[in-house]
């Protein structure tokens, strides 16, 4: 679970999320008319794009942090927002036509139960939506090099990349485990610029995610040298990272 200040996620993560969002609601066929929940909504990237296509009062959002819940009924009063996690969503069966979860799914401490729960909420012939980061294949740079990085200074350190569904098929399989079908099986990109190396490593000192709970957890002399490891493996600034999302849709 992310817990901390919702600005900090914005930063750190939100560049790249905004980016995802319209693309997961386009693989869900998000449009007029429908009632859509974002599971495990974080600040409210998915959020914001359910509700620029369907209006606030047919959004539903859930999230276990505290903060992240406060954040989106103080940005969008009309959204039906709970906190809860996605093994147990506080929805009855059936109440929406789409259940996406973006970056969420390789969190989740039980996935497949997760994508049962999207499921069960869903309509029959709806749809179920998810993406995640490809950290299995290296192509999310923003993650992956940090813990390449990270690896120089403590080789047993696994990162990210063993969460489930981040490498090819995998998220797929959670899919048809939870009982989906007619899984269709995507890729998502998002491109971010960075003026300098301070704008990339700045986001990464605020506590966010697992990235941010290790950097905070290290002296300021190991905080140093891993700052040095990164600046060595990202290109020379001004760079621009593109980082690639696995993404699967299911029908109910």
């Known amino acids: 679970m992310f817990e901390g200040p919702p600005d900090a996620y914005d930063r750190f993560m939100g560049v790249y999320s905004t980016q995802l969002a319209p693309q997961l609601a386009d693989l869900a066929g998000v449009g007029g008319g429908q009632r859509v929940v974002d599971v495990g909504c974080g600040p409210g990237a998915l959020t914001t794009e359910l509700v620029a296509r369907l209006g606030e009062g047919n959004v539903a959002a859930v999230d276990p942090s505290d903060s992240f819940v406060s954040a989106i009924q103080k940005r969008f009063p009309g959204v039906d927002v709970q906190r809860g996690p996605a093994e147990e969503l506080p929805f009855a069966d059936a109440s929406f036509d789409a259940a996406l979860a973006q970056l969420v799914v390789h969190f989740m401490s039980d996935p497949v139960a997760g994508l049962r729960e999207m499921r069960r909420v869903t309509r029959d012939g709806g749809a179920v939506a998810a993406c995640v980061w490809d950290l299995g294949g290296g192509r999310a740079p923003m993650l992956s090099l940090f813990w390449k990085?990270?690896?120089?200074?403590?080789?047993?350190?696994?990162g990210e990349s063993r969460n489930p569904g981040t490498r090819a098929g995998q998220l797929a399989e959670?899919?048809?485990?939870?009982?989906?079908?007619d899984l269709e099986e995507t890729e998502l990109k998002a491109s971010v610029e960075y003026t300098t190396f301070e704008d990339w490593w700045e986001p990464v000192t605020l506590g966010v995610g697992p990235v941010g709970t290790y950097v905070l957890a290290l002296s300021d002399?190991?905080?140093?040298?891993?700052?040095?490891?990164?600046?060595?493996?990202l290109p020379h600034a001004p760079f621009t990272l593109t980082s690639v999302a696995w993404a699967v849709r299911g029908t109910v």
């Not at 990085?149 to 696994?158: I, Y």
């Not at 959670?174 to 079908?181: E, H, V």
């Not at 002399?221 to 493996?233: F, I, K, P, S, V």
């Open 149 to 158: 990085a990270a690896r120089q200074l403590d080789p047993g350190l696994e």
């Open 174 to 181: 959670l899919f048809d485990a939870a009982g989906l079908r």
């Open 221 to 233: 002399d190991r905080r140093a040298t891993l700052r040095e490891r990164c600046r060595q493996l």
